[in-house]
């Protein structure tokens, strides 16, 4: 058995207004820290970021985040995907090797 389990699993919805409006999944075994598997982890240039939010746009995680002006990373769920590096124009975002 998986160990997500369906938000509806005991109902059967008969309109639209009986489905949420937001994820349909408890948290699960996706919802934890990363393990220590991430390779390369961004890093923000807080000289060259503009707080333009692209990076957050397009993060597939949901990890970055508005922190005044600029943006800033959750480390402990970021996967190490690179998306915020390859989609900031800038180039305020690199990716740097984990230790």
Do not use: H
Not at 46 to 53: D, I, Q, R, S
């Amino acid at each position: 058995m998986s160990a997500i389990k369906p938000f509806l699993r005991d109902t059967n919805p008969v309109s639209f207004d009986d489905i949420p409006e937001a994820t349909a999944y408890e948290a699960g075994f996706l919802v934890s820290k990363n393990a220590g598997w991430r390779n390369f982890r961004p890093v923000v240039d807080a000289e060259k970021c503009v707080g333009c939010l692209q990076c957050y746009m397009y993060c597939p995680d949901g990890v970055i985040f508005k922190d005044g002006k600029k943006v800033s990373i959750d480390y402990d769920f970021c996967k190490g995907c690179g998306i915020c590096k390859n989609i900031c124009r800038l180039g305020a975002v690199s990716m740097v090797e984990e230790k």
